[in-house]
């Protein structure tokens, strides 16, 4: 079972999101910013983490930056979520770590195409 965490400031995107991948088979957890996603990462390290940029207390870069800095803080994948669509917010968020990045609004076809591509479907192997 693929396990997710959501890391956005918006409870209707949390849900909409905890919703979609759900459906597809996955387990998720959520945080409401950076700083809690850390300690949740902290307490059982996610497969993979639909991550928000623009957060109060911890922005989502901010937060990447210091996954990726943190014993097995490489193993999830990491989807940036964002309305922040310019070349140099997706350049810094590839370059922090990000695996993906998909920008709000998405639907559940845009979630479950980067979820194939980044092998995260339950029962999908690469």
């Known amino acids: 079972m693929t396990t997710f965490l959501i890391v956005d400031d918006s409870t209707v995107l949390r849900k909409v999101a905890r919703r979609i991948l ?3 088979g996955c387990v998720c957890d959520e945080a409401e910013n950076g700083e809690l996603g850390l300690k949740t990462c902290a307490a059982s390290m996610p497969d ?5 940029w623009n957060m ?4 989502g870069l901010d937060f990447l930056i210091a996954l990726r800095a943190r014993p097995g803080g490489n193993v999830p994948v990491v989807i940036f979520c964002t309305t922040e669509s310019d070349q140099e917010h997706v ?3 590839m370059q922090a770590g990000a695996n993906a990045y998909i920008f709000k609004p998405f639907d559940a076809d845009i979630i479950q ?3 194939e591509f980044l092998a995260l ?6």
Request: proline residues 8%; charged residues 20%.
């Open 48 to 52: 993979a983490i639909l991550l928000d």
């Open 91 to 93: 350049r810094a968020a």
């Open 121 to 126: 479907m339950p029962g999908h192997k690469a």
């Open 113 to 115: 195409s980067k979820m």
């Open 56 to 59: 109060p207390v911890m922005n």
């Open 22 to 24: 759900e459906g597809f």
